[in-house]
């Protein structure tokens, strides 16, 4: 920081992508809407008067935690450096009044605050004529990060372009005015490759398993269900990105998905909006190409898995039961993709197998909220206590799946498929020690945050299902 920098006036600083690795515009919009849908209407409506009305409705609406929000440390290095100088600082920004003033009094950094009031939207030439105004022509100096602030540069004294990209940089060369950039991120796709969760699709394989069950392994059959496996996993995506962005608070006060990439500000929330929409997209044109049955399963699991991010997933027991129907109806789907009748014991023993699935994953939060000391699971609706009811409830479940593989090992319909059903007993066993040994490390506190990602990488979880692979092609073939 050299003195004729700071003796160029005031240091102002944007908040949006700058001080902020995110956008309170998009944070306040996916806040407001996870506490209640209904706050979309209100935001559409509220739009219309102009954007400055939209920032403070959306404040009202909101509940934004400050205190995790995710700051860039490079920025605050910058600003907390050209403090120890002698330097006054400002924050300015587009951003609604009452919110800045609250950011500002948590980070102590500022002499200034001064944001949209309701009525007027400080950004772009408003707040290039607010900062003149207030500080001078070339009276102070600006720190910002997109093209709206081009304006500003141009009347500032000296500009410091924060992660700019090469377009912006020479646009504001073309300015005259002195330039201090700053860069604190390192460009890459990583994270936009990881809010896709690629490892969730795992879940996604269950639409082979129609085609499985009945045997009929041909390539028409199997390319459908690799479409339907496509389809899915993009659709997936989009609600695990959607997910992501309505749980933004409730994922930065937890220890591990504090670090996933929106709740980090790794990747833009702006982005995040764009991203879910486009997904989608992708995979309803490519459901399309299944027929309309297909189409159907996956219009409904978008419904279902949209009602469960807004408001069933904070609703004790009425979350599990649809995570067990989002798994049941990947395999209805599977069956759709290939033209493959479902048997009703593969569906009474999905039902009942990813209900003890479903009950596991909400067993390892109340774990993990016990382990911390916590009361309740935020956002979900549970109470430590009830760790033992949930329990019951996974192992209860459990055994009734592996009670109607017997059932079914034992039926008429079984002899069609297999030369030597009793060989499928052999399934039930591993079953019946696999579901145990889940519910004894989840109770233990060993358990991923999802059981069937847990399943994956588990050593003795591959090798139950190679047993289980080995049973049922001894049953079929011996």
């Known amino acids: 920081m050299d003195k004729k920098s700071i003796e160029a006036g005031i240091l102002t600083v944007d908040l949006d992508g700058t001080l902020l690795r995110s956008d309170m515009l998009f944070e ?16 559409v409506a509220n739009l219309i008067r102009g954007k400055a009305a939209l920032k403070r409705y959306l404040f009202r609406a909101a509940d934004i935690d400050v205190t995790t929000l995710p700051y860039d440390a490079g920025v605050i290095e910058r600003i907390q450096e050209w403090r120890a100088h002698g330097g006054r600082t400002a924050l300015v920004t587009a951003t609604d009044q009452k919110i800045a003033d609250r950011i500002a009094e948590h980070l102590q950094l500022f002499d200034e605050v001064h944001g949209s009031d309701g009525t007027t939207n400080l950004k772009g030439p408003t707040k290039a004529k607010f900062l003149t105004d207030r500080f001078g022509v070339k009276g102070f100096v600006y720190m910002g990060d997109s093209s709206a602030d081009l304006p500003v540069w141009n009347s500032a004294g000296y500009a410091i372009p924060v992660n700019a990209s090469v377009a912006l940089r020479a646009q504001v ?20 490759l990881k809010a896709l969760r690629p490892h969730q699709w795992l879940k996604n394989i269950l639409v082979f398993l129609p085609v499985l069950a009945a045997h009929q392994l041909t390539g028409a059959a199997l390319f459908q269900s690799v479409l339907a496996f496509i389809a899915f996993s993009l659709v997936a995506s989009s609600v695990y990105v959607l997910n992501d962005l309505l749980d933004l608070k409730v994922d930065r006060a937890h220890p591990r998905k504090r670090d996933r990439p929106f709740a980090s500000g790794n990747i833009p929330i702006a982005h995040g909006t764009w991203m879910a929409c486009g997904i989608l997209a992708c995979g309803i044109a490519l459901s399309l190409l299944l027929g309309k049955e297909f189409g159907w399963a996956m219009l409904i699991y978008y419904l279902i898995t949209f009602a469960y991010s807004i408001n069933l997933k904070r609703r004790a027991i009425v979350d599990i039961c649809v995570l067990a129907g989002l798994y049941t ?72 799946s592996v009670l109607i593989m017997a059932l079914y090992v034992n039926s008429p319909a079984i002899v069609e498929l297999y030369s030597t059903p009793a060989a499928l ?32 990488k588990d050593k003795v979880s591959l090798l139950c299902l190679l047993i289980i692979l080995a049973f049922a092609i001894a049953g079929a073939v011996v």
Request: contains cysteine; hydrophobic residues 55%; charged residues 15%.
């Open 28 to 43: 306040s919009f996916w806040s407001a809407v996870g506490r209640d849908w209904r706050n979309l209407l209100q935001a």
């Open 173 to 192: 060369d073309q300015l005259g005015v002195p330039v201090d950039p700053l860069m604190t991120l390192s460009p890459t796709l990583l994270p936009y």
């Open 425 to 456: 007993w052999g399934i039930c066993c591993v079953l019946l020690y696999w579901i145990s040994r889940i519910v004894m490390v989840t109770h233990r506190g060993h358990m991923h945050d999802d059981p069937v990602v847990f399943a994956a």
């Open 329 to 400: 109806l990947r395999i209805i789907a599977g069956g759709a993709a290939a033209g493959i009748p479902l048997s009703v014991w593969l569906l009474a023993f999905s039902i009942f197998f990813f209900f003890a699935l479903a009950a596991v994953k909400r067993q390892a939060e109340l774990v993990d909220m016990a382990e911390r000391g916590k009361l309740d699971v935020s956002g979900r609706g549970y109470h430590v206590d009830d760790l033992p009811i949930i329990s019951m409830m996974a192992i209860g479940s459990g055994y009734v």
